[in-house]
């Protein structure tokens, strides 16, 4: 089939490989001519700007979004409504909130235009060599576009989850859990760190990462980071937070879920990011007031 | 190899079935009859007590335990010192606890029997065709029983961990990691269940498990829970723990190691096993006395 | 002063007869007219309408919302608009979000109406013997009508706070420690409650309202709750949570603040509110899968 | 009353002054002979050791300790055994674990000397002019000392709680309250200050110390440490555990109950006195893995 893809950062370069591997054409833009360039000479038909892409496609049209959530896309669909025609289709596979994508989806229907967001999973290996999708849209128009998936997919890597902000939101869900996993993981290996015995990290890791019930791609991961430095010593404990883990919890608090542990997963990441925490400040002093216990100073 | 083994529950009988494909001679023993039955009918040779065991293996000696921790492994070591002697070996397989085990090693090591604690993981699946194993004990004996783990593991699925406690203290760690991704996971479908979407729970856990950040065994088993009982209808939330979560947040505590995501999702299994709390009743009631706020009547 | 007082649910009756009590004169109107005739009854100038209520105010005319948030807000505020005229005030004493106090601020203001975001704590009682509350909006405006707040708190009980949002938003956060110290007290009471001693708890708590570290308002209602009900038989710990608690976590989402004590705190009151959850129901299905851990049926 | 008070720390001396105050007579010891002096010269008797504290007691003999729980406690008790007799009385106010202190009143119950324990509550303040104390031993015997309690606590500030234990297992729940509470205070002005608005934080702890549901001790400490340090810019948030929270979270997790919150404060003391935590380091480094999000070095 032939894409026209928009963002050539990590995701969508190697997306754009994994497409032409398996036979399909893409046209590709980004705001960046050195990143248009460089897929180009891996065989992509490169554009110079949105409409430029746009004219290069056959009707009906397939538009994929590789690009960061929020502003970027909103803008990049602004750009798109008077470009494209009725019957078009717009992939949005970044990281958006579902409520984004629900609003951009009534909005593209009116005129026509078919939205699917798309929560991608699997990392920069994943999209390079086979992906992980959930999938909302239009349950009849996802079959006209259900073999672009099929094939940068790896076997059994994609779903189609319903309605328009479906697949936003269960990859939303997905970094939720994937917070908790990843802070269990952590935790375990502090335990082990700050334990009586004397491990070999990495050699942990690679057992668990083989027939143990915690063995999966981030075990494995976890062995591999050990490999290149056994103790972490060359890299600081502070952990980002890139909207999805906080968003979950924001979800569970509307729908009054209970998820204490994706919660403290993505508390324990701000606090990562704090050198000092007022919170401890305030503790700190209170002990000092009541039991004289000497505080230490900033 | 020739093996006593004592214990023939589910992992167990399991264990025996997997050392005997590859080939070992499998001496078994159960306090219940049927059990050693059941496994002889399989091939190995039935023993009627402990001592009997014994007396049908030719020294060195390798007794491997497969029973609950606690008592039943204290009984079962008593029980094998005047029947066991030196040069002979004691592998203990069940989920002990690390400082059990230790005292285990340094009684026998009197006596000139060596012992290895074992931390087996994979479940019944894994002990039939290709466990995990985390194993502590002496480095050069340990060479002499390799080939037991290495033939009913999975491929690089052991691993040495040092000095005896450190099999059991690896073990216990990999379960509190267990217990905050099965929260972790647990929360995220919560999350999809009172969502705005409609989500098929087992195309979901299908999709996360091939390709995703967080594919791995308890995705899989999650997809086939929910093939089987699509809403979980016919099962209650009631999450027991077995002591090695508990143990993890002990031990965290006694290193002063930060683990909030595991102590949360043990406290959590608690809460599960309660109908109602106390905790939930002192707050209701607060509120009714400060706000007014109706309680609603046990 | 001359207040007219909107909402005399628990809350407003009370403070209506607090005012009263300093001298103040009450223009009081609700919807449901038996609150008016009750509050008239003991003094209180009774309207009949919204229009009424505005009517019998003097100019500078001052207007005080004890109603709940969200919509009953916002369509009062929508009804006084063309009713009040600049110079006047409006006193939104509910709790409301902080966000939504800023945007009615700035929409006032284009009518040179003055409004302030009152958080009120301290319960029924203290609205009628003396309240504690957080005042934000015009600095020197607030000098005008400080008196009704001196005069219907608790000495040292009333704290300016800064432009409008800032009392709603302290309120918010007052709230959110509520619902963490009030969980604190729950799970002690609990450990008491399990642990192998038979405490009179009503006697614990009247303890450790006189002297110790944890004195407070909170302790000295739960004795008050034990006296009442020693063991709590009569109430279900089910908890509920009205808004702030939430609005905390929210907004430490927004800024990145580490609140996990809170955070779990609320989750609490979402597990409290379920008779079975979801996530247990995955966590239990998946220890059946693997390990053949019996489940319990639904 | 006369009484033999061992320990002359700040809390120790706190309570000689507070007894004397009161009428008793102090025979007094510790192993710093400063303070005996200090002590001496605010009217107390002073002892050069235990044996001669002993000896200048009148049978039955009342012993105070007021040292460190653990190995002083039991190096005390050791030495006291062969001085006391039958009938006398060791009062045991640390803060001592109470399953040591049942072992205590088990062993002294065979030599007929009646042992207390006493959880202390209130700080050196209260020490001095009111203290809180929860007491537990032989419930006739208490009545003999029952007079030094009510005139060292504040009014209604002691409570009997039963056999032997029952004072150490309350002030452990006590102080794990504590460590909830002051968690809770602590992220609730964390999000103040965070937030969008600049507050007084001494005004706003002022505030809700007076007429607010979150009134209490700890309140007012909060408003006594902003108004010595504004911003508390000169103390490092580093929160030490002195014990019995983490005693509350391994009764906890004895007796199956779910204390979530209280275990989360106490894990944030253990993160606060790290600069940096394992846990995060694996974290970073599994992001880095699959996002190649870049991490930041150590």
Same mark, same amino acid.
């Given at each position: 089939?032939?894409?026209?893809?928009?963002?050539?950062?990590?995701?969508?370069?190697?997306?754009?490989?994994?497409?032409?591997?398996?036979?399909?054409?893409?046209?590709?833009?980004?705001?960046?001519?050195?990143?248009?360039?460089?897929?180009?000479?891996?065989?992509?038909?490169?554009?110079?700007?949105?409409?430029? !892409?746009?004219?290069?496609?056959?009707?009906?049209?397939?538009?994929?979004?590789?690009?960061?959530?929020?502003?970027?896309?909103?803008?990049?669909?602004?750009? !798109?409504?008077?470009?494209?025609?009725? %019957?078009?289709?717009?992939?949005?596979?970044?990281?958006?909130?579902?409520?984004?994508?629900?609003?951009?989806?009534?909005?593209?229907?009116?005129?026509?235009?078919?939205?699917?967001?798309?929560?991608?999973?699997?990392?920069?290996?994943?999209?390079?060599?086979?992906?992980?999708?959930?999938?909302? %849209?239009?349950?009849?128009?996802?079959?006209?576009?259900?073999?672009?998936?099929?094939?940068?997919?790896?076997?059994?890597?994609?779903?189609?989850?319903?309605?328009?902000?479906?697949?936003?939101?269960?990859?939303?869900?997905?970094?939720g859990i994937?917070y908790g996993m990843?802070a269990a993981?952590?935790e375990?290996?502090?335990?082990?760190?700050?334990?009586?015995?004397?491990?070999?990290?990495?050699?942990?890791?690679?057992?668990?990462?083989? %027939?143990?019930?915690?063995?999966?791609?981030?075990?494995?991961?976890?062995?591999?980071?050990?490999?290149?430095?056994?103790?972490?010593?060359?890299?600081?404990?502070?952990?980002?937070?890139?909207?999805?883990g906080?968003?979950t919890v924001?979800?569970a608090?509307?729908?009054?879920?209970a998820v204490p542990v994706i919660a403290t997963s993505v508390m324990m990441?701000?606090?990562?990011?704090?050198?000092?925490?007022?919170?401890?400040?305030?503790?700190?002093?209170?002990?000092?007031?009541?039991?004289?216990?000497?505080?230490?100073?900033?």
């Amino acid at each position: 089939m032939q894409v026209g893809l928009i963002g050539l950062g990590k995701m969508g370069h190697n997306l754009a490989l994994n497409m032409m591997d398996h036979g399909h054409q893409v046209v590709a833009y980004d705001l960046h001519k050195a990143a248009v360039d460089a897929v180009a000479k891996d065989g992509a038909t490169p554009a110079s700007s949105v409409s430029d !892409l746009v004219s290069k496609l056959t009707p009906p049209r397939i538009v994929w979004l590789m690009v960061p959530h929020g502003k970027p896309v909103d803008n990049l669909i602004d750009q !798109l409504k008077p470009l494209l025609q009725s %019957g078009d289709i717009i992939i949005e596979g970044g990281n958006s909130h579902y409520k984004d994508s629900i609003r951009h989806a009534e909005d593209l229907k009116k005129l026509g235009i078919h939205f699917f967001d798309v929560g991608t999973s699997g990392g920069m290996e994943g999209a390079r060599h086979g992906a992980c999708y959930m999938i909302g %849209g239009d349950p009849e128009v996802f079959k006209t576009i259900e073999p672009l998936f099929r094939d940068t997919a790896v076997p059994n890597g994609y779903v189609y989850t319903g309605r328009a902000g479906s697949g936003h939101f269960a990859k939303m869900v997905h970094n939720g859990i994937e917070y908790g996993m990843m802070a269990a993981i952590g935790e375990g290996f502090e335990v082990l760190e700050k334990g009586p015995f004397d491990y070999n990290f990495a050699e942990i890791a690679r057992c668990w990462s083989n %027939g143990s019930v915690i063995r999966g791609w981030l075990m494995e991961l976890a062995e591999k980071s050990f490999r290149e430095d056994p103790r972490l010593d060359k890299i600081k404990g502070v952990v980002h937070a890139s909207g999805e883990g906080q968003w979950t919890v924001q979800e569970a608090l509307e729908v009054e879920a209970a998820v204490p542990v994706i919660a403290t997963s993505v508390m324990m990441r701000y606090r990562s990011m704090q050198d000092d925490s007022f919170s401890g400040k305030v503790q700190a002093a209170l002990r000092n007031e009541f039991g004289g216990h000497a505080v230490e100073h900033a």
